[in-house]
Each structure stands twice: as structure tokens, then as C-alpha cells.
């Protein structure tokens, strides 16, 4: 089962926030992020553990929150680089070892 | 460089002519996964590798065969393609099955 990626799709200005949340109604073991621009390779920017963690990567960070089973990813002072489509991938808890299973992904378009 | 090597990158047939496309990785990579991409669906997991000679099921393995004979190489086999399989077929490795991801370039496939 897909977990749910929200919103769809956000336009921002240059500088701008965003928060792309990543929902599960089954129980997570780890939440993977990528991001993927038009026309290119989904390319992976990181990896959330059960345990709250909450991750940086300069400007883009994510948390887990265990209880909600979801992974938020917070893009602070948006820059036209930020652009592109992200997705994020679940592992579950007691699931087999056969990867990640992703979401529809959410469009991100920053406009100068 | 490390790298998810994919052909061709863009592929048109038709309906019921065999093809396979390729997919080879330089990285040791133990897991290797087939994804479908399709607007508005994400991606869904077709076929996934733990290691040479093991293969299984993702969530939409109909009308796909896999192989994994050498542990760099995992073709992608359409044995009698259909249009519904028109999408972008992207090929990825990682160390183990829950470990990041690195995607090849993708190939786009149209069956007419």
C-alpha cells in the first residue's frame, strides 16, 4: 500500500517555505526521501529511522514522527534549484526485505 | 564513477514484439529493483534482487521477467508488450534493500 504524499503540487516564490508530509497507515520502520527534476533520475537526499530523528541537509531537513506514522520534509528559503518532483519511500515494520515502497510524489515549482 | 547504466534510454515498439532492456550497475551492489513510473501513480516496484539468482515480485510484476545472473546486470524482459506498459521504466541498486538508492537514467518505453 502507497503511502500518501501531501500536497500534490505547491508553487512558491524564491525564499519561501515548504513542508511535504509523507503519511502511512501502516507501521514504518524508515522513511527515505528523493528528489527527482524534470527529466532526470530520482536522486536520494535522506534517510528518516523510527525514533523521531529529524535530519538535515543544509536548507532541507525531515522528521519522523513514530505515533502519526509520518515523515514531514521541511525546505527552508526555497531556491529555484529546489525544483522538481519528491518522493518519499517507506519501509515497514515486520515487512520483507523487498525495499521501498514509494508515494505519488509531490510537484514542488519555484518561481523566482 | 558509480553509476545505474540503462538502454536504451528511449525504445518504441509495438504491440507483442519481445524487448529487453537492459540495466548495469559498477557499485558491487547487492539489491537491484525495476520501478514503473507513471503520471499521477508514482513509482511502483515490478521486480526487485536481493543477490545473483534471486529474484521476486514487486507490486506489479504482470507481463514482466526478470533475471539476475551476474550480480552487476538485471534485464528487464517484455515478453509480448502491450500499450498499457507504455511508461518510464527506471532501473536502481543500493548496497542492501533498505539502503539508498541510486537510479539509472531511465528508459522510456512506448508500445503501439
Known amino acids: 500500500q502507497q503511502p500518501v504524499q501531501s500536497p500534490q503540487a505547491v508553487i512558491l516564490r524564491e525564499g519561501e517555505d515548504a513542508v511535504i508530509n509523507c503519511s502511512s497507515s501502516k507501521a514504518l520502520y524508515s522513511v527515505h526521501w528523493y528528489r527527482q527534476k524534470h527529466g532526470e533520475a530520482p536522486v536520494f537526499l535522506m534517510i528518516l529511522l523510527k525514533g523521531g530523528e529529524q535530519k538535515g541537509h543544509e536548507k532541507i531537513s525531515a522528521s519522523f514522527n513514530e505515533k502519526k506514522q509520518q515523515s514531514s520534509l521541511y525546505l527552508t528559503a526555497s531556491q529555484l534549484s529546489y525544483s522538481g518532483t519528491y518522493f518519499c519511500g517507506t519501509e515497514y515494520s515486520g515487512g520483507g526485505a523487498d525495499g521501498l515502497t514509494f508515494g505519488k510524489g509531490t510537484h514542488l515549482i519555484i518561481q523566482p | 564513477e558509480a553509476q545505474v547504466t540503462q538502454n536504451p534510454r528511449y525504445l518504441i515498439t509495438v504491440t507483442g514484439k519481445k524487448l529487453t532492456v537492459t540495466c548495469s550497475q559498477n557499485?558491487?551492489?547487492?539489491?537491484m529493483s525495476w520501478y514503473r513510473q507513471d503520471p499521477g501513480l508514482g513509482l511502483r516496484q515490478i521486480y526487485y534482487?536481493?543477490?545473483?539468482?534471486?529474484?521476486d515480485k514487486g507490486d506489479v510484476p504482470e507481463g514482466y521477467k526478470v533475471s539476475r545472473k551476474e550480480k552487476r546486470n538485471f534485464p528487464l524482459i517484455l515478453e509480448s508488450p502491450s500499450p498499457n506498459q507504455t511508461s518510464l521504466y527506471l532501473c536502481?541498486?543500493?548496497?542492501?534493500?533498505?539502503?539508498?538508492?541510486?537510479f539509472g537514467n531511465g528508459t522510456r518505453l512506448t508500445v503501439t
Open positions: 557499485m558491487n551492489h547487492e539489491y
Open positions: 536502481a541498486s543500493s548496497v542492501l534493500y533498505n539502503s539508498p538508492l541510486h
Open positions: 534482487s536481493m543477490n545473483v539468482e534471486v529474484t
